[in-house]
């Protein structure tokens, strides 16, 4: 919802349900260019020695992931920043997936994994996000 300006302004949730490519490609082009005008913006603000996108991590989840949509073993997410060099950038990860959904999740690793890193990168003190079972703790690639 919320996508007025867009030829596909309607239901994005239905959109995908739908199989429509041509609306969730609009609307995921206009949400990303949306969130790199943000990040220029960081880029130009000096802060320190450098700006504040170089103590800024942002974090972007593919919405069309999970169980009910049929994307479980496929959650892309990106990461802008460092959060002040905590984090490693300028890299490609794929993480094993699960064999056969969260109810029976054989994966080394998981979204919530990712999260713990990021809390941690951040200052927040924690080893689990979610469900403890399946969080292994922070993701160990994304430590600088």
């Known amino acids: 919802y919320g996508f007025k300006a867009l030829k ?3 239901d994005h949730h239905a959109y995908r349900h ?3 490519l041509e609306a ?4 995921h082009s206009y949400i990303y260019g949306k969130v790199a005008a943000i990040w220029k913006k960081l880029m130009e603000v000096p802060e320190g020695n450098g700006t ?3 103590n800024t991590v942002v974090l972007i989840i593919n919405d069309g992931g999970g169980v009910h ?3 479980w073993d496929y ?3 990106i990461m802008l920043g460092s959060a002040g060099g905590s984090l490693k950038t300028g890299f490609f990860i794929e993480m094993p ?3 056969a959904g969260y109810k029976h999740w054989k994966g080394t690793t998981c979204t919530s994994d990712v999260f713990v890193a990021v809390a941690n990168a951040v200052g927040v003190d924690t080893k689990t996000f979610g469900d403890p079972a399946i969080c292994h703790g922070p993701l160990p690639e994304l430590k600088a």
């Open 18 to 20: 739908a199989g429509n």
């Open 69 to 71: 949509h049929n994307g």
């Open 8 to 10: 596909h302004s309607g």
């Open 52 to 54: 504040v996108a170089d």
């Open 75 to 77: 959650m892309p997410l």
């Open 97 to 99: 997936a699960p064999e």
């Open 24 to 27: 969730q490609t609009e609307i």
